[in-house]
């Protein structure tokens, strides 16, 4: 008889740790979802403003536009055009406006960064102002060249800024290469 509560008992010992929900179940790997890939806005023929003059653009901090193609030069590229810090910036912080006043649907530019500057930066393309909704945010290697291509349809203006950074070494040379607002034509 004793045995057969032991049995009885051992039985019901087994069934309930088969159901138990603390026993460890094996592990499913997780599923990442895959990397989106960038947006490229391609269009077979377009109506552009390359950003040129100074009624397309506002300087927020350390910037000016140019045509100088010598102060343009980067190992990334040789620019036309473009914005670029007026001066070496010791906190490696960089801003600007592009004045789209609503008429375009894309912009367009080529950021590069000198290998002086610590550590990557963050640019972010902002509606309106440096408050304004993120459109873009771009990170940017120190040495490196990284394009943006971005929709802003109905969008006025354009703030287009690093992160600050303290304590970056001084950026001798940041540079917005051939900056363009756009529209698809049909």
């Known amino acids: 008889m004793k045995q057969l ?65 010598a102060s343009l030069r980067t190992p990334g590229g040789n620019y036309r055009w473009g914005i670029k810090n007026s001066s070496p910036l010791s906190m490696a912080y960089f801003a600007s406006y592009i004045k789209s006043a609503g008429k375009y649907n894309y912009f367009k530019t080529t950021i590069y960064i000198d290998g002086g500057i610590k550590a990557p930066m963050i640019f972010l393309v902002r509606n309106g102002d440096r408050n304004g909704e993120v459109l873009k945010s771009v ?21 287009i800024g690093s992160e600050l950074r303290i304590n970056h070494d001084k950026a001798e040379k940041i540079v917005l290469g051939e900056p363009e607002l756009y529209n698809c034509k049909k």
């Open 5 to 69: 509560i032991l049995l009885v008992v051992f039985a019901f010992l087994l069934c309930s740790c088969a159901q138990d929900p603390f026993v460890r179940q094996p592990v499913q790997p997780v599923q990442l979802p895959s990397p989106q890939p960038e947006i490229k806005f391609v269009c077979q023929k377009i109506n552009s403003a390359p950003v040129r003059t100074r009624q397309q653009y506002d300087d927020y901090y350390g910037t000016m536009i140019t045509g100088d193609t």
């Open 139 to 159: 990170t940017v290697n120190p040495g490196q060249t990284q394009e943006i291509n971005v929709g802003i349809a109905g969008v006025n203006r354009i703030y």
